[in-house]
């Protein structure tokens, strides 16, 4: 509960524990629903950032959480982005995104009507796309550790625009 709420204040409760997220639902003394959403401890300390950068180094970033929509692409667009018959990417919220190395946030070239391709200034590596919804697309090769569960590809876009002697799989690691 936040600090400005004391139990007097409370007249409703509930807890959910999806084993990830504990979420509290209370009303305060104004009588106005709140939600607190938080990690549980065990998950926090297991969370820890996705980093990466580009092939100089002058780009670096860590990215909190877990990766969402992890697909590959064989549109035109990521075609000739990248030089490469398919890319794989995975999105965060762009405030989940912290650029952390020397060259600060990347280079951007407003590609489409809805985003811009993320690029190292000083190399020239392509880094993804930051999108004017408020999400950063992350190319999976710039990643420190591409092993992560979270960044396995689940489906693939613009499966028609690859040459047909091209083929694309994902395969889930045994363990």
Not at 61 to 85: D, N, V
Not at 95 to 120: K, L, N
Request: net charge positive; with cysteine; proline share 7%.
């Amino acid at each position: 509960m936040p600090p400005t709420t004391t139990r007097a204040d409370i007249t409703r409760i509930a807890r959910m524990d999806a084993s990830n997220f504990v979420a509290v639902l209370y009303t305060g003394a104004d009588s106005k629903p709140q939600l607190e959403v938080s990690m549980t401890r065990a998950v926090a300390k297991r969370l820890k950032p996705h980093t990466g950068g580009c092939l100089c180094g002058a780009i670096r970033f860590e990215a909190q959480g877990t990766a969402g929509k992890p697909h590959t692409c064989s549109c035109k667009m990521c075609q000739r982005h990248s030089g490469a018959l398919t890319l794989a990417w995975v999105e965060f919220p762009s405030e989940a995104v912290t650029w952390t190395g020397p060259g600060g946030a990347p280079s951007v070239y407003h590609s489409s009507d809805y985003s811009s391709r993320a690029f190292c200034p000083a190399c020239g590596s392509s880094l993804g796309a930051i999108d004017d919804a408020p999400v950063v697309a992350l190319l999976l090769g710039v990643f420190d550790k591409t092993s992560a569960i979270d960044l396995i590809p689940k489906s693939h876009s613009y499966r028609t625009a690859r040459p047909k002697w091209w083929h694309v799989e994902a395969v889930k690691p045994t363990t």
